[in-house]
């Protein structure tokens, strides 16, 4: 079993940054972010292989946004920057707790309980 806390997120004005930080306990393989916007749709913002080595993009925040992750720790960071108010949202991290064939990301077993990202105008 696999849990999740994330933490970090805050309101911040546009142009902002901000570092979303995601611990996990228990064996994870693909780790994302995915943001719940305010009408209750839950969008793919950026994952990361389970060696740190590849990481996929939205359109939306490629150039912006970058996820990271420390192994030793089990953690995955999500540094935001120039952020924009469509940005907003509660902000989730997912995790794969095995492999799948084919390359694509996931699948996404487990969610952390998510983190308020607030960017004001």
């Known amino acids: 079993q696999v849990q999740l806390v994330e933490s970090g997120g805050e309101e911040v004005q546009t142009g902002g940054s901000l570092r979303l930080s995601c611990e996990a306990s228990?064996?994870?393989?693909?780790m994302g972010w995915f943001r719940q916007t305010p009408e209750k749709d839950r969008v793919f913002v950026a994952a990361?292989?389970?060696?740190?080595?590849?990481?996929h993009y939205s359109d939306s925040v490629k150039g912006r946004f970058t996820i990271s992750r420390d192994s030793a720790k089990n953690t995955v960071v999500l540094q935001m920057t120039s952020l924009k108010p469509e940005d907003t949202g509660v902000y989730y991290c997912?995790?794969?707790?095995?492999?799948?064939?084919?390359?694509?990301?996931?699948?996404?077993?487990?969610w952390g309980q998510g983190t308020q990202v607030t960017v004001s105008s």
């Open positions: 997912a995790a794969a707790t095995r492999q799948v064939g084919g390359g694509a990301y996931g699948p996404w077993d487990y």
């Open positions: 228990g064996r994870t393989y693909d």
């Open positions: 990361v292989r389970r060696s740190g080595g590849d990481t």
